[in-house]
């Protein structure tokens, strides 16, 4: 993507903050937010660090609420 499309993209995402965090609950937002928040992120999956970070905040805490909520 171009530039232009991501900041267009962050800035709905953020505009849409309440609705994702009533239908998804904190856990989704906080991802999404996550997600947001590292898309201008440089080293992106090729960087181990890059990809703890991702498994942390992202892939953990959506298989956490997979768990709580029985969807696992």
């Known amino acids: 993507m171009d530039m232009n499309t991501i900041v267009a993209k962050h800035v709905a995402g953020t505009r849409l903050g309440g609705e994702i965090l009533e239908k998804g609950g904190i856990q989704y937002a906080t991802v999404v937010k996550w997600c947001l ?36």
């Open 37 to 72: 928040g590292s898309v201008l992120e440089v080293a992106g999956l090729e960087d181990d660090g890059y990809c703890q970070g991702f498994y942390g905040a992202v892939v953990a805490k959506l298989e956490e609420d997979a768990r709580i909520t029985g969807g696992e």
